[in-house]
């Protein structure tokens, strides 16, 4: 935890944020039930609401809010019904709740503000902001004011103790898996580092270590453009990322295709000229001439020592 704590100093906002692919908002024309199932589907307790797009916010409602909100006409009933025997007001009363539930969001007095912060600002110093306003969440805005993601208080602790997860939270499935099917598969948020650690290979260049952070990324700027499900991109590490899930807004989940590697160029050239060079032929000693036995003369054919003495033959 103390590691954890030093390296939180050095952090930004822009480390820790969720991005804006990933959070979870709701327009504010929509209604208070559309929001009800919004908050059962997502599991949290507060979510930002905007005018059109994620580039408008008009701010956020907290669960608490919501529930207080379709709470106060049955207190409300509850009140009347003690003194209405009748029970024509309780049931005025709740006629009123169930209409409640299709006002619009905007209307329904449940916003509540939310911080906007921008991506370069110190994560401790985003800490100290939320608890002296206590609000406990907040929007990344670049320079341009457009929506690059949000931070909430609990997305700053966990940087520091660790994960925090409650009964509520789903157990999120690992980066990189390995499938008996498909092989290595990973979700497109995989960061680089993890991916190269896993590997042992170093997939981004000293000018994209700076601009690129994920998988997904690092595909997109190769490619020029989000890659349609099904499209293979090389990788001249010997990689080939073969896209498993897509939309036309982004990478989802990739699956992995390690290549085997080419031989260095050097090695190819020996082993040609080792195969063009034929082995050397042994050197060939000359025949030694044949030794004469002592005292004994050279050998005279016999048909030549028959014409001598043919030659000395006394008449």
């Known amino acids: 935890m103390l590691l954890r704590l030093l390296r939180f100093g050095g952090l930004r906002v822009e480390d820790v944020m969720v991005p804006r692919a990933d959070i979870i908002a709701m327009d504010q024309d929509a209604t208070v039930a559309d929001l009800m199932m919004l908050f059962d589907e997502a599991g949290v307790s507060r979510i930002p609401v905007y005018h059109e797009t994620l580039d408008d ?166 490619l020029g453009r989000v890659p349609a499900r099904g499209e293979l991109v090389a990788h001249e590490s010997g990689l080939e990322f073969e896209v498993l899930d897509a939309d036309p807004r982004r990478i989802k989940r990739l699956r992995i295709h390690r290549q085997k590697m080419p031989a260095p160029a050097s090695e190819v050239a020996n082993e040609r000229d080792g195969e063009r060079q034929p082995t050397a032929p042994e050197p060939v000693r000359p025949a030694s001439p044949p030794q004469e036995a002592e005292g004994v003369g050279p050998s005279v054919p016999e048909s030549a020592g028959e014409t001598a003495r043919d030659v000395f033959k006394p008449s």
Do not use: C, F
Request: without cysteine.
């Open 57 to 222: 916010p008009r701010g956020m409602v907290h669960v608490k809010d919501l529930l207080r909100y379709l709470a106060s006409p049955t207190r409300d009933a509850a009140r009347v019904e003690a003194v209405d025997t009748a029970g024509v007001a309780r049931e005025a009363a709740l006629a009123r709740a169930a209409g409640n539930l299709d006002l619009p969001v905007r209307s329904a007095g449940l916003l509540r503000p939310v911080l906007n912060v921008p991506p370069s600002m110190p994560a401790i110093n985003l800490l100290i902001r939320m608890q002296t306003t206590r609000n406990h969440l907040a929007l990344v805005v670049d320079e341009y004011g457009g929506t690059d993601g949000l931070v909430t208080i609990e997305d700053l602790v966990e940087q520091v103790v660790g994960d925090i997860e409650d009964e509520y939270d789903v157990e999120e499935a690992a980066n990189i898996t390995e499938e008996p099917r498909q092989g290595l598969v990973a979700q497109a948020r995989t960061p680089i580092t993890e991916l190269e650690q896993r590997l042992g290979v170093k997939l981004l260049t000293s000018d994209e270590e700076g601009e690129i952070d994920t998988l997904g990324g690092l595909v997109v700027v190769r």
